[in-house]
């Protein structure tokens, strides 16, 4: 694995938009008064007939979305996470999830990594939430490219799609890796512990099993960029293994990725299991990678998961 | 294009069905589903531009959303007559295994509705989302939207609202069934809409008085009016007037109606004042006749 270079996931979105923008005719885009933050303005600039701006109505954008696919467009509708989620969740339930419709719910911003803004902004709980509703497919890939492939991936995929990206600049590790909705990822083959990442947390997982190789411990770590549908097979087949299972998110433990494998493995092979998660805390104002460490989410807290689950 | 007489004889038949609907399963929301009656069916009968088969996007037709999603029984009814689905279908409302759910739904694929509505407050966005796309698509057909006066205390309509009114949605036309009631008794009471139609207006929309909501000659009229004042660069809403309870004696303009099934004397007089015109369908082992 190569990183190619240092750049936020928003920045794949906005990219990859613009690029469905010049091969799909069908795709509009929607945001609810965040162009800049959502890394939309390229797609505008150049399809401003395909593009609808809401306003700060969040409520109102899921809605209309909801009826530009009923229509048969596809709309991408961006906001923060928060916003995206939280506070339109029965928007989303209804009009979108409940009705079938082939809404790509765009959310930039999520976890602690949003940073300075705080905890208003900063959700932990919008993983739980979405994977919640039947029917609703919920990705968070973990570096600029997949989020790039991933956006491109969600256009030809029929249904309701959450989309979790977020702010910071971020190592770009994935170059030339694919990405297909549900199939998850190997980042690193091992043989003593598996360590199912999602999202910026790849990353950390990644670096952790570097410096735990040194000390002769060799992780296995898998990308799991679809948390629904979860690749059940690609999760047993490595748990059967290594019989030890570590989970790393940027996200509550309550309802997050972990809860996903506990689940699965609870009732196919119960295993030991550690989780790197937020535990039961709104996060803060700082930096992110101040964030990431304060609520657990850091290299050290992956090497320390890794530890306790082996010891 | 229909004939006012045909109209009102189809409505007396959509009444029948309603307070059987209700009755049969001592569920369901007769009171706003009768008020309705005339609205709906003009609409679907004479006002829509509509195609016979059911796509899900109509494209090239006009096309309708329920906000109110509780009157599913006035919906349903007007569907199946409109030839959706067939009439009998009726005899399955609320049941288990049914397309006639509680409150509309696209998610057991019942032809005629376009998104699930119950919780209030979100047919209007949708149906500004439709009206966005037939702009895009240059698909000069029109989208209409019924909404309830209490749905109108959900913030999301008056964003949408908003919206219309910016986006110059001069193909939309919502409609507001202004009975004045609510679950838990008047509008003036629960909390009051103030002046609607000066809200209206001060949001950007074009604003249509129909005071005799419940005379279908004038709701025709109305309705065909409207549908030629589109494309003007404005938004058109229609503060209709209704009575709550209309052609039922004894439910009429009382909240206490809204959620409440009839018992079987109560829907035997319903029924005796209700013309059936078209067929009653079918019920098996129809406890009216037993």
Partial sequence: MTVTGNKDTRSGFGDALLELGRSNPDVVALCADLLGSLKMNAFVKEFPERFVQLGIAEANMMGVAAGLATAGKIPFAGTFANFATGRVYDQIRQSI???????????SHAGVTLGEDG????????????KMLPGMTVINPCDYEQTRLATLAVAEHYGPVYLRFGRPAWPIFTEGMKFEIGKALMMKEGTD??????????WNALEAAK????????CEVINIHTIKPLDNEAILESVRKTGKVVTAEEHQRNGGLGDSIAQLLAMKMPTRMEYVAVNDKFGESGTPMQLMEKYGLGVQDVVAAIKRVLS | MAKLSDLINIA???????????????????GGSLGCADFLTALYFDTMKRKKRFNMDGSGEDVFFLSNGHISPLFYSVLAHAGYFKVNELN?????????QGHPTTHEGLPGVRVASGSLGQGVSVACGVAIAKKMNNDSSVVFALTGDGELQEGQIWEALMFAAHKKLDNLIVTVDWNGQQIDGSNDKVLSLGDLPAKFKAFGWQVIRLQEGNNMEAVQKTLRSARRKTGKGKPIAILMNTEMGYGVDFMMGSHEWHGVAPNKEQTHKALAQLPETLGDYEYPSDPLKN
């Fill in chain 2, 12 to 30: 007396s038949q959509v009444r029948r069905d309603i307070v059987r609907m209700v009755y049969y399963v001592n569920s369901g929301h007769p």
């Fill in chain 1, 211 to 218: 410096i735990l190789a040194a000390e002769g411990i060799s």
């Fill in chain 1, 119 to 130: 905890a208003t902004h900063q959700i932990l709980e919008d993983i739980g939430m979405m």
């Fill in chain 2, 92 to 100: 399955t409302f609320r049941k288990i295994n049914s397309r006639l």
């Fill in chain 1, 193 to 202: 512990v598996s360590v199912f990442a999602t999202g910026h947390l790849v």
């Fill in chain 1, 97 to 107: 999830a409940y009705s079938h419709k082939n809404v790509k719910i765009c959310a």
